[in-house]
């Protein structure tokens, strides 16, 4: 950083200019509508704004869709080093979230993206606009609710600190530094969850001729399946209210106090978890208590091979029952067979998905260390005041 701080000291003696981005904007433009079944396999390059919520990062340099241009009346295009904000969402506190592309393809932006066209570094916008600065004015004025909109007017009157080219580039060395380590984490903890995955797969995939296991439905195997009841929470309850995939709030009163598997009832249906210790359960989950003579690990890992996802059903909210769940077959091998296979999905569980230790852990630690960095490196006094201070 002592690079950086002669760079500001040299190029920005008296500060930074902060300008609009409807200063900084060579062209600012919506995108145009691409509908679900305008997609194709081959085609042109696009975006829809979905996309920039779920599949791309700070930047992109391809595209995940294609559609064929015979079925756009009024296309927008978009090239290398703009800026896409997607102007709907779910979330005020994620609305105009933004993507730099720093591909060379002619691509097609969709409806709800607004196009930042400019003469700076792409990534370095893209990196101060994910700032805490910068959410909190994208944010500003919005309403809760289940669809949250932004605008072109809205974009174009964020502010944002705009250094000469050559901090902004040294800026960008950065910060990537520490995005493509964490890059590198995360492909390979995707590597350790296929190879979780695999073993799963070949250690729960039984023969139907093996002698030694049984069929059972996992109704034969539990005590009971039911649902939780509780639909009270307090803030200040001693003991946790499980939900559809997590501790959801807490209690004052405990109602189970043994292990057993939870399973999304409604929601992220068929979420399978295990609660444990002192505790209670919503009715959005169903509770499997196991029968103590079959390893009750066990049984949590064949369910989340199942992929019980495909169980739901009905119209608005699907979910899926206690009913359907007790008539599942399920393969049980001898005690001694059931704890091999929890031994050796357990390690690899641990290291894939434990959010306190291995890879998962370094992740986070890494993402924090990058958020500290960036909301630091991207803080400038303003031009016009005093620089003491200026890094």
Known sequence: MSRLREMIKELCPDGVE???????????????????DELTAMGIPCVRYG???????????????????????NPKYFGHGDILFAITGESVEEIAKSTAYIGHDKCVAGGDIVVLQHEQNPKYLSYVLSTDMAQRQKSKGRVKSKVVHSSVPAIKEIVIPVPPLPIQNEIVKMLDNFTELTAELTAELTLRKKQYSFYRDSLLNFSRDDAEVEWKTLGETTKSISSGKNKIRVVDGEYPVYGSTGIIGYCTNFVYEHAQILV?????VGYVQIADGRYDVSDNTLIVDVLSTINMKYIFYYLGYMNLSRLAHGAGQPLITAGQLKKLIIPIPPLETQAKIVSILDRFDELCHDLTQGLPAEIAARKKQYEYYREKLLTFPRKGTSARGAR
Not at 21 to 26: K, R, V, Y
Not at 58 to 72: G, P, R
Request: hydrophobic share 35%; charged share 25%.
């Open 18 to 36: 902060y300008k609009k981005l409807g200063e900084i904007a060579t062209n600012v433009f919506r995108g145009a509508g691409i509908k679900r």
């Open 264 to 268: 999304a009832r409604v929601g992220s």
């Open 51 to 73: 996309e920039i919520y779920t599949t791309y990062g700070i930047w992109f340099d391809s595209c995940v869709s294609h559609t064929d241009e015979t079925f756009l009346t």
